[in-house]
């Protein structure tokens, strides 16, 4: 390459801008980094950051400081996140409606695809469809041929609207050409309660949120909503197995980055957490505990993932004309 006064300009301009980003990189950590929690304490991607703190501490040899910011179905953390410096001193942990919020939050303060990098797809869960054991309810199939009998007389509940779990029931809805009535709670905790009561007939949850339930034989599994049966509930079967071929729905969870983290330290950070996340008692508790399906997949594999899954929820949400709550 011939080498002109323009061309040693131009790269005498360039250097200052990308020196501190190259300097920040091969310093990083050097001090306390933050993984931002778009959702309240005790929630399941709150559960998961703080097992994994204590490891991932010792393996970046810095502090981790987990920090909930919670609000309108995860934009409000999420949001922070974006505005924050892209220096890998800030991180954002996710749950499966991050994929649903640009449709379902016609305002949202940024954009999911160019504001913010993906760093690492954690895992998966399947759904769970259950119902109070006192209902009568013991196949999808008497879900279905009472709903069709009685319009809108079957209730669910869910963690909120705009949901995955109520998007899939939505769908599921929309395949089988009958009409539930959703009601939306404000997380896990109040919509198990109230289902175990018996106040709605069906709950769409997590895995980790029902089995406990599940196990203590106060609600009946109907079925789990994966491609295939999770080992770990293998006597529940799939929507799919129940009439309704290729039909998934699953809880997963994933960290990003603001736009503009050096690939570098988005490597090291990945591969630390999936590092972390590989160690026998964690990976034992998730797998065992929770269902929880270990991806384990670097940014490539998340971004298509989560492309997948925006593509998937975003025709629900058009088709049915859903809102998520705004609190």
């Known amino acids: 390459m011939k080498l002109t006064r323009r061309t040693l300009v131009l790269a005498g301009m360039a250097a200052p801008l990308a020196a501190p980003f190259v300097a920040r990189a091969q310093s990083w950590p050097s001090g306390p980094v933050r993984i931002v929690v778009a959702y309240p304490p005790g929630g399941s991607t709150d559960a998961i950051m703080r097992l994994i703190q204590p490891g991932l501490q010792q393996r970046l040899n810095t502090t981790i400081v987990i920090e909930n910011r ?6 409000v953390g999420t949001a922070a996140v974006v505005k924050s410096q892209p220096d890998g001193n800030t991180w954002l942990a996710v749950f499966d409606n991050h994929a649903a919020n640009p449709f379902v939050l016609p305002l949202l303060p940024y954009d999911s695809e160019k504001d913010l990098d993906p760093v690492l797809l954690i895992g998966t869960a399947p759904y769970m469809i259950t119902t109070a054991t006192a209902k009568p309810y ?6 279905i041929a009472f ?3 009685n319009p809108g007389k079957v209730s669910y509940g869910s963690v909120g609207s705009g949901s995955v779990g109520h ?3 939505a769908l599921l809805s929309q395949r089988a050409g009958v009409k539930l009535t959703h009601v939306p709670y404000r997380g896990g905790g109040p919509a198990m309660n109230d289902a175990v009561a018996g106040h709605v007939d069906l709950l769409v949850g997590s895995t980790a949120l029902s089995m406990p339930q599940v196990e203590a034989g106060t609600i009946r599994p109907i079925v789990q909503t994966g491609k295939e049966r999770n080992q770990f509930i293998a006597q529940v079967p799939t ?3 129940s009439g309704f071929p290729n039909f998934e729905a699953y809880a997963w969870w994933g960290i990003f980055a603001p736009a503009g983290t050096p690939k570098n330290i988005i490597e090291r950070f ?3 957490m999936a590092a972390t996340l590989r160690e026998e008692r964690i990976a034992k508790q998730l ?14 594999a998340e971004r298509a993932f989560v492309g997948d899954q925006m593509q998937t929820w975003g025709k629900v949400v058009k088709d049915n004309n859903i809102k998520a709550d705004q609190n």
């Open 70 to 75: 919670s609000g309108a179905s995860g934009s």
């Open 147 to 149: 709903a069709k009998e």
């Open 138 to 143: 013991k196949t999808l199939a008497d879900v």
């Open 270 to 272: 990945g591969n630390e």
């Open 239 to 241: 929507v799919a197995e």
């Open 287 to 300: 797998v065992e505990t929770q269902q929880v399906t270990l991806t384990l997949g670097g940014p490539e």
């Open 167 to 169: 998007l899939a029931m």
